[in-house]
């Protein structure tokens, strides 16, 4: 079972669209991160949100953490080619455990 | 810009090969995690380690073997390849203080076994 579901799995846009992709669970976490994977590189923090119902931004990003603690999501703006990659968010402190729990991601392609 | 450093990037070699997977970091972080990741799929955690001489298996079960004697190094070892093991090897660590277990991840070394 998978604890972490993220959709959609593919995304493909023009650039200058307006996008959101969600990480939803069943189980509550302490924390949610989220991070973007480039091809062929490792995935890079983006964002750590830990209160439920805040909202952080970041440029065009914008993330947001359910009032309950078990989804969130991440709006982006004007989308660029820059953006292209695969989001990933992970979920930490479910059931007490400092472990992180990783969602499969949502793979974006931005189309200049 | 984290300062995490996998070697090698790429690796193909033959069935029954021992490997080792080369990770470092220069942050001075506590912690450090191998990953595996295969296209489509979660990060799974094979290996952690919390400090010098401080081991544990992840939540995937995994023949392969780490070891902690300097806080910057974390190799990852194969004593037997098998084309099962290929996949993309990640590399990551936290600071002690991170209240929250954020991760920094290296590049990745991805093995290919024939």
């Known amino acids: 079972t998978q604890l972490l579901e993220q959709s959609p799995q593919f995304l493909s846009i023009q650039e200058g669209e307006n996008l959101t992709v969600y990480c939803n669970s069943s189980?509550?976490?302490?924390?949610l991160q989220w991070y973007r994977q480039e091809p062929g590189e490792g995935p890079v923090l983006l964002v750590t949100?830990?209160?439920?119902?805040e909202v952080k931004k970041l440029k065009r990003l914008t993330f947001q953490f359910g009032d309950a603690r078990k989804d969130s999501s991440l709006h982006i703006t004007a989308a660029q080619p820059g953006d292209t990659g695969l989001y990933l968010c992970?979920?930490?402190?479910?059931?007490?455990?400092?472990?992180?729990?990783f969602g499969k991601g949502t793979k974006l392609t931005v189309n200049p | 810009e984290a300062d995490i450093y996998q070697t090698p990037r790429y690796l193909v070699i033959g069935t029954g090969k021992k490997i080792t997977l080369e990770c470092s970091q220069t942050?001075?972080?506590?912690?450090m995690y191998w990953y595996q990741q295969d296209p489509g799929m979660e990060l799974h955690l094979i290996h952690y380690?919390?400090?010098?001489?401080?081991?544990e298996k992840g939540d995937l079960s995994s023949e392969s073997t780490v070891s902690r004697i300097r806080t910057e190094h974390f190799p990852l070892t194969l004593e037997s390849a098998r084309p099962s093991h290929t996949s993309q090897y990640l590399c990551?660590?936290?600071?002690?203080?991170?209240?929250?277990?954020?991760?920094?991840f290296g590049p990745g070394t991805r093995l290919t076994v024939l």
């Open positions: 380690s919390y400090g010098v001489n401080s081991t």
């Open positions: 990551a660590s936290s600071p002690q203080m991170s209240s929250y277990n954020e991760q920094f």
């Open positions: 992970a979920g930490g402190g479910q059931g007490g455990s400092e472990k992180l729990v």
């Open positions: 949100v830990v209160t439920g119902g």
């Open positions: 942050m001075g972080h506590d912690k």
């Open positions: 189980s509550v976490f302490s924390s």
